[in-house]
């Protein structure tokens, strides 16, 4: 065994990791449980194991080295680990066939995530399943810390396909929704000049597809409409609900709703370049049975919508 191996605990990662998210060895100490002195002496022997110098002193606080911010970055993933591990264990004790994590982003949350959960559940029913929804970039860095197993978002053409693997499930455009009773539903026919006219709920400001949909607009000669930035399906079915705003969804899950009555898709184009949503995991870690069995049922949902 190596010094390394033998004198690293789980106890350094998490004062690693709590010392360089508060910058304070004070606030970091209370997190932990800890002397402040006591938490300096481990940092110290941390140091001593690893052979460099993990933070250094700014008039901002504690800021980790070049060296401490790698030990952070393995000691993100690790933890991770160890967490996934506890959570495949608890569920084998329970007589369960081990654990699946799937991340979704938000806009797919309503479809096609629920279905493929409730036939993933009808056939691994002794498969403890959790899922995340939420915003792409942070889900991906859960996906890269282990916290997921698998990701359910739009692939961007910027990933990196030496590190992930992707099974594209769906490609669809970008479209506007309104409430049924919309004035702009009871028209034969409907403008981008006369979306512009009422509040919409876009993407996130500064992002791709908000600075597309501005190109786009100006394109047309079309004045920027009022807009909230929201990515929660639950938000904009609400602000939908008011019979002002337009939502601008995926046109497979606007499909979805206006199919159930809830919803009408405005016959306008947007014209935006959306990149497929698609099954993502890393390549560093092999495809268990459970992720491969969910991204088959994900796709079996969509191709039979």
């Not at 001593?48 to 911010?69: D, H, V, W």
């Not at 084998?92 to 979704?104: E, N, Q, Y």
């Not at 959306?274 to 049975?289: N, Y």
Request: proline share 6%; charged share 20%.
């Amino acid at each position: 065994m190596t010094p390394f191996q033998g004198k690293l605990r789980i106890r350094h990662l998490e004062i690693m990791l709590l010392v360089t998210e508060f910058g304070n060895l004070s606030k970091a100490a209370v997190q932990l449980n800890m002397t402040q002195s006591g938490l300096s002496r481990a940092i110290v022997d941390m140091e001593e194991c690893i052979g460099g110098q993990l933070f250094e002193r700014t008039s901002k606080g504690m800021k980790p080295t070049s060296l401490g911010a790698a030990l952070c970055r393995h000691a993100n993933r690790l933890l991770s680990d160890l967490r996934k591990a506890e959570i495949d264990l608890a569920a084998i004790s329970r007589g369960d066939l081990g654990s699946l994590s799937v991340g979704c982003f938000s806009l797919f949350s309503s479809w096609p995530l629920p279905d493929a959960v409730r036939k993933f559940r009808e056939n691994s029913p002794r498969v403890t399943l959790s899922v995340e929804i939420g915003a792409h970039e942070k889900l991906l860095e859960d996906l890269d810390s282990g916290a997921l197993d698998i990701l359910i978002s739009r692939s961007p053409p910027g990933l990196n396909r030496e590190i992930y693997r992707t099974t594209p499930l769906l490609t669809d455009p970008v479209i506007l929704v309104c409430s049924i009773q919309h004035p702009l539903a009871m028209l034969p026919t409907v403008t981008l000049a006369d979306c512009v006219q009422y509040p919409w709920i876009t993407a996130l400001p500064g992002g791709r597809v908000q600075l597309e949909l501005e190109n786009k607009l100006r394109e047309h000669g079309c004045e920027l409409p009022a807009s909230v930035g929201a990515l929660s399906t639950e938000f904009g079915r609400e602000m939908v609900s008011t019979n002002e705003y337009l939502w601008m969804l995926p046109a497979s899950v606007a499909a979805v709703f206006q199919a159930r009555n809830e919803l009408h898709v405005i016959p306008v184009a947007l014209g935006l370049t959306e990149p497929p949503l698609s099954a993502i995991w890393r390549r560093d870690r092999s495809s268990t049975q459970h992720v491969r069995a969910f991204a088959s049922i994900l796709t079996r949902v969509i191709t039979t919508k």
